[in-house]
């Protein structure tokens, strides 16, 4: 029988002080699992930003397959000085496999600074 930890596999990646984000879609954390066995898995992701200017659109898109999907977030901060958090996650039913995570981020336009104060990514099996 197999042990518990071995069932229940658990992968995540950091980052963080990514300072002064452009226009262009930036890599903030990327992670490539070892291979894993079919089943129930949860995914998420979660970071901390802030952006020196209101009213102007932060980007945010990850992919589970190395970049042939992207899931797009478009969040507009209302107060300069706030630290904004995202937090997303949902299950997925994976096949087996590796699995290549990248997370990207933008500012809508110039003028602005867009900084990410810390960045984690995480892929764990419950069932």
Known sequence: MPELFEVLTYDYAKAQDILDVPETYTPIVSMVTPSREAGIYEFGLSLTYNMD???????????????????????????????????????????????????????????????????????????
């Open 53 to 127: 200017t209101a009213s102007r659109s932060v980007l945010l898109r990850f992919t589970t397959d190395g970049g042939l999907i992207w899931t797009e977030f478009m969040a507009e901060p209302k107060d300069s000085t706030d630290d904004q958090p995202h937090f997303y996650q949902f299950p997925m039913d994976h096949p087996g496999g590796s699995l290549d995570v990248q997370m990207e981020m933008r500012k809508e336009t110039s003028g602005s600074v867009l900084d990410v104060h810390f960045a984690d990514t995480w892929f764990k099996r419950v069932g």
